[in-house]
Nanobody, 121 residues
Framework: VQLQASGGGLVQTGESLRLSCAASGRTFSFYARGWFRQAPGKEREFVAAISWNGGNTVYADSVKGRFTITRDNAKNTVYLQMNSLKPEDTAVYYC???????????????WGQGTLVTVSS
């Protein structure tokens, strides 16, 4: 069972990136999926989550209106579209899967390895 995050990179303030998280080894079609991030020296924090059918989404206040989480169950993949990026968005971004839509990292059962996003000012 593996969650593979990709799409990170170095961008300038105001630019966009799209992260992907592909699952393999099992289907996560009936799992909620989430994105978390961890900046250097800080705790891993919630970014966004989406219910199993995409009908419900939740965002951290810090990214609301700028980030969009979507999913394609046929591809077993979840995406995070990040627009208007700011230096404070710089972090390693992790994808995760949980039985239900959750905001707390302790409630996620499966984790990807992370992809680094760096936003320069």
């Amino acid at each position: 069972v593996q969650l593979q995050a990709s799409g990170g990179g170095l961008v300038q303030t105001g630019e966009s990136l799209r992260l992907s998280c592909a699952a393999s080894g099992r289907t996560f079609s009936f799992y909620a999926r989430g994105w978390f991030r961890q900046a250097p020296g800080k705790e891993r924090e919630f970014v966004a989550a989406i219910s199993w059918n995409g009908g419900n989404t939740v965002y951290a206040d810090s990214v609301k209106g700028r980030f969009t989480i979507t999913r394609d169950n046929a591809k077993n993949t979840v995406y995070l579209q990040m627009n208007s990026l700011k230096p404070e968005d710089t972090a390693v971004y992790y994808c995760a899967a949980a039985v239900n839509l959750r905001l707390r990292r302790e409630e996620y059962d499966y984790w990807g390895q992370g992809t680094l996003v760096t936003v320069s000012s």
